[in-house]
Every structure is written in C-alpha cells, then in structure tokens.
C-alpha cells in the first residue's frame, strides 16, 4: 500500500495515549463511543489511556502547546477535524515544535465532518464506511500502531495571521455549506446535505484573483524532489524558530514570475485540499495521499448551472466528479497557491473553521 520511499514507525508496547475529546463534537455521542467502542480495543492492544475532555475552544490547542508531553507515546483526538486543527496549531507554537511534531497523532472520528479519519481509512485500503464502522477502522489501525509522516500546509493571511493546515482551505460554495450548516450539527454527516441544498437555493458568485505554482515546476530545476520542502530560506522573511515559507514571497507583492494567474476572476469556490476526502461522503482528491508534498487546488468558475453544480456532488460522494468533465470545474495539482478576494466577501474556512475573508497564501 504505502508508496515507495514512506518509512513506517511502530508505536511501543504498552503504549500510553493521552486521548483529547471533546464531548460536543458532531451530535454529542463522542465520550459514549470512546467508551463503548474505543476502549476495549486498545485494552485488547496494550493501550492505556489518559482521557482529556475539552471544556471550551482553544482548551486543547493550550494544553498540547503547555504541557510535558513526554509521558505519551502518541497523541489520539477523538473529535471532529477542528480539534485535530486545534491541537496541530497548539504543537507548532511550542518553541520545541521540531520535536514535538515528531509525536505520533492519531485520529478517531468523533464529529459531523471526519475528512481526516475518512481520508486514512481510505488509504489504508478499507472499503469506503462511516459512522461506527469508520470509528472501529481507525481505533484498529491505532491498536495496529503504524505510523508515517503526513504533510502540513502553512497558511499565512494579509493581517498577519499563520496557521498549519493539515485538511484544506475553502471560499465560496463549499465553505458556505459548511458554515451555514453549523446549526444542524445534531444531524450528524446528514447537516452537510441539507446545507448543500440550502446553498444551491441562493448560488453566489464571488470575485478575486487565484495564482499558483503549479506542482511540475520548480524554480531553476525540475528535478528538485516534491517531498522536500527545505528550499534554501532568503533572509529575513520568518520569525525566528518557525518553518520557513520557502516558495511564497509577501502578500503585498506580486506572485513569482513562474507561477500562474487564473484568468478568471469570478469563482463560485475555490477549495485546496490534500487529503482525499473532504467529508466521510465526500471524496474530492482520489489522487491525494498523506505525504505527497501536493495541494490539489479545485476551483469552480461562474456560470455553471445548479443541476451541474448538484450532479457534481453526488458524484464526489463517489470520487467520480472529474470523469464528467464539466468546463467550469478545474483541478490542479500545485506547490503553493495565493487566493486575493476583491471584496470581504463570504467565508473562508481552514479545516473547517471559519475565518474572516482576506488575502491569503499557502
């Protein structure tokens, strides 16, 4: 299964996992489930656990960035996709982030979106499932205990903000559903269709300008290897101690001459993902692998129709979107990519949180 050149750690035996829950994921059900179905398995593997439950937003994100973290072998999230954000965020503020991000993360599906756990179960080989099923796939693979590197993205925005991306990065359609549907969270994965719908109903058009570089071309070689990152750093640019955002120049300033402008200029969404699933329902980047070094950019220019826009999505619930080979959809594999609304329009989302609209890059 693993492409060649993934190397594989193995978790020790006994292994201690601090567990970070939080109890109002998705319709609520997550510390049932964790006891029901998650902690007999990893008894059964030697896995003892210290159970966290979030009490509020950001508790997570303090807790990893603060605390010891050297008596856990690994580090479970039982939750949605925001709480991995949380606690991926958290990791890299540390000032020993180098090591830190060197801790195996697990993910156990416990919210309405599971892209991630949907994305890894999918990679590991098993059949498309959800819900129990999707949990007991991904507790069997922690009770298995591989585990391989997977790639971050590092978003940084005009007013200054950074943030390391491990899902995707939305405007428009997709970002509206997901927002707009926050307040059928007691559906379940189910507040994704009705949101869907409920969008279609008032299909907006938004305007900016999207460039990228795209992932054949390196600067001055195109041999240089795509799983290595660390491209010689100009001077200056990043603060002390954090990666460095070797391929992108300051927002202010115009992209590289090498990369490429989208003509258009008017998108009903724009969303760069790199895992294959943007939902357990939704798989948008068949190709997409944990640790590629690729940002598969999807975006979707106006004027398409809304029966085309919906046909389009029942067909991701299949992976089958891009076969019918619609005009106003385009897919890229790309490097990094820069996205300048014209107006603060909509919302963007990283991981699935809400942020305010603004220029932005990765």
């Known amino acids: 299964l693993s492409p060649p050149g993934d190397s594989y750690g193995v978790l020790p035996r006994p292994c201690h996992a601090l567990v970070l829950l939080n109890p ?21 593997a030697d896995i003892t656990t210290t159970v966290f439950v979030t009490e509020r937003a950001h508790h997570a994100h303090e807790k990893v960035r603060d605390e010891d973290l050297s008596q856990w072998d690994t580090l479970v999230v039982m939750s949605g996709d925001g709480l991995l954000f949380e606690v991926v965020n958290g ?23 599971n892209a991630l756990a949907a994305s890894i179960n999918y990679y590991a080989g098993y059949d498309h499932v959800a819900k129990k099923k999707l949990l007991t796939n991904c507790t069997f693979i922690l009770c298995k205990g591989l585990y391989t590197q997977m790639d971050l993205v590092s978003l940084s925005t005009a007013s200054g903000k950074r943030f390391f991306s491990f899902l995707g990065f939305g405007w428009g359609f997709i970002s509206d559903v997901d927002i707009d549907s926050e307040k059928y969270r007691w559906l379940g994965s189910a507040r994704f269709t009705l949101g869907t719908l409920q969008c279609l109903a008032k299909l907006r058009v938004y305007q900016g300008r999207l460039s990228y570089l795209p992932m054949a071309t390196e600067q001055g070689s195109s041999s240089a ?40 200029e008017e ?43 919906l046909k389009l999505f029942l067909a991701m619930s299949r992976g089958t979107h891009l076969d019918l080979n619609c005009p106003h959809l385009c897919y890229v594999p790309v490097r990094a990519f820069r996205l300048e609304p014209r107006v603060a329009a909509g919302v963007m989302t990283v991981d699935g949180e809400a942020l305010a609209c603004e220029p932005v890059q990765g």
């Open 24 to 44: 109002q994921s998705g319709s609520g059900r997550a510390l049932d489930d964790f006891q029901a179905v998650v902690q007999p398995m990893l008894a059964e």
């Open 91 to 113: 990791l890299m503020e540390r000032p020993d982030w180098k090591e830190a991000m060197k801790k195996p993360l697990c993910i156990l599906p416990g919210g309405s979106g």
């Open 225 to 264: 290897p795509v799983t290595n990152g660390h491209i010689p750093q100009p001077a200056g640019t990043e603060a002390p101690g954090s990666p460095p955002d070797s391929l992108l120049v300051p927002l202010g300033q115009p992209v590289p001459a090498h990369w490429t402008v989208v003509p258009e």
């Open 267 to 309: 998108f009903v969404l724009v969303y760069a993902i790199y895992q294959s699933h943007l939902g357990t329902n939704l798989l948008m980047a068949p190709a997409a692998r944990l640790h590629d070094g690729c940002i598969h950019l999807f975006y979707m220019k106006a004027g398409i129709s809304r029966v085309t826009l």
